[in-house]
Nanobody
Framework: QVQLVESGGGLVQAGGSLRLSCAAS????????MGWFRQAPGKEREFVAA????????DYAEFVKGRFTISRDNAKNTVYLQMHSLKPEDTAGYYC????????????????WGQGTQVTVSS
């Protein structure tokens, strides 16, 4: 069983930056595709970014391309989401997830989920 714990959320002004971290334990981190999703109040959870086990492939939602970067450190069992040029519409709970597939971007393909960290962007 994989446990995922997110951190790094907070309140930031529009145009600012944050880096989210997700620490994994209880599994073989380096074999999982890792992803970030987000859910704003009253909205469905949506895909943000994903990275393959080696880091050789990354996928992004169109609305974060050029602003967010996903990365991972397999030695530290941690995946990161660097967020720049934040907008008020980026306000949401951000969730880390792990998939046993080789490539994954859809929620149903992720097997383990963290509890989330809140990001609030003020205008």
């Amino acid at each position: 069983q994989v446990q995922l714990v997110e951190s790094g959320g907070g309140l930031v002004q529009a145009g600012g930056s944050l880096r989210l971290s997700c620490a994994a334990s209880g599994g073989t981190f380096s074999t999982y595709v890792m992803g970030w999703f987000r859910q704003a109040p009253g909205k469905e959870r949506e895909f943000v970014a994903a990275i393959t086990w080696s880091g050789g492939r990354t996928d992004y939602a169109e609305f974060v391309k050029g602003r967010f970067t996903i990365s991972r450190d397999n030695a530290k069992n941690t995946v990161y989401l660097q967020m720049h040029s934040l907008k008020p519409e980026d306000t949401a709970g951000y969730y880390c997830a792990a998939s046993r597939l080789a490539i994954a971007t859809m929620q149903r393909n992720f097997d383990y989920w963290g509890q989330g960290t809140q990001v609030t962007v003020s205008s």
